[in-house]
């Protein structure tokens, strides 16, 4: 079975670094791509990149270069969005998806979402 | 283009069938893939493709493109398909996906 389960909420203060974490298991983590995707309170989904494990390539949404930095670790199956400085409209659910394919290919699996709280 | 125009709400009588449109520029080149979200879930994929279901989708749920319009339709609605309707696609700059806004569906 497929699965793709993400770490607990988290709660950060304005200009702090944050972590969180996709693990994949049931399938070969290395032969599909992870997507991540946010959803700010009351909004809609928004793509934010992705990234292929096998070989760490990624590809960012322009609205999201920079901002985040998408990576793997192949030896633990485990995908990450990482964080350097944390802003108050980094509040969100995030998601990981895992497509059926290719780099652009329909999201099949998702996992459960990790809340991000940032406040001072 | 990168974006998706999506009606922000669409309602439908229960039983009948209701249309949810996404539009875009990129739709002239790719298919929408379509998601299904209800309150405090993640996402579920509904439609790929040209029309394709993933299996445990019920076949009341089809696909159609024309021009740069795609739409997903529910054939038969039933209460429990009230949720929000995303529609995606790869950017027309080829590099990178995006959403549209989404569309309420209520079921009276």
């Known amino acids: 079975e497929v699965q793709l389960v993400q770490s607990g909420a988290e709660v950060k203060k304005p200009g702090e670094s944050l972590k969180i974490s996709c693990k994949g298991s049931?399938?070969?983590?290395?032969?599909?791509?992870i997507a991540w995707v946010r959803q700010m309170p009351g909004k809609g989904l928004e793509w934010m990149g992705i990234i292929y494990p096998g070989d760490s390539d990624t590809r960012y949404s322009p609205s999201f270069q920079g901002q985040v930095t998408m990576s793997a670790d192949k030896s633990i199956s485990t995908a990450y969005l990482h964080w350097s400085s944390l802003k108050a409209s980094d509040t969100a659910m995030y998601y990981c998806a895992k497509t059926k394919g290719g780099a652009y290919d329909p999201f099949e699996y998702w996992g459960q979402g990790t809340l991000v709280t940032v406040s001072s | 283009s990168s974006e998706l125009t999506q009606d922000p709400a669409v309602s439908v009588a229960l039983g009948q069938t209701v249309g949810i449109t996404c539009q875009g520029d990129s739709l002239r080149i790719y298919y929408a893939t379509w998601y299904q979200q209800k309150p405090g879930q993640a996402p579920v994929l509904v439609i790929y493709g040209k029309n394709n279901r993933p299996s445990g989708i019920p076949d009341r749920f089809s696909g159609s493109s024309s021009g740069n319009t795609a739409s997903l339709t529910i054939t038969g609605a039933r209460a429990e398909d009230e949720a929000d309707y995303y529609c995606n696609s790869r950017d027309s700059s080829h590099n990178h996906g995006v959403f549209g806004g989404g569309t309420k569906l209520t079921v009276l």
């Open positions: 049931g399938y070969i983590f290395t032969s599909y791509w």
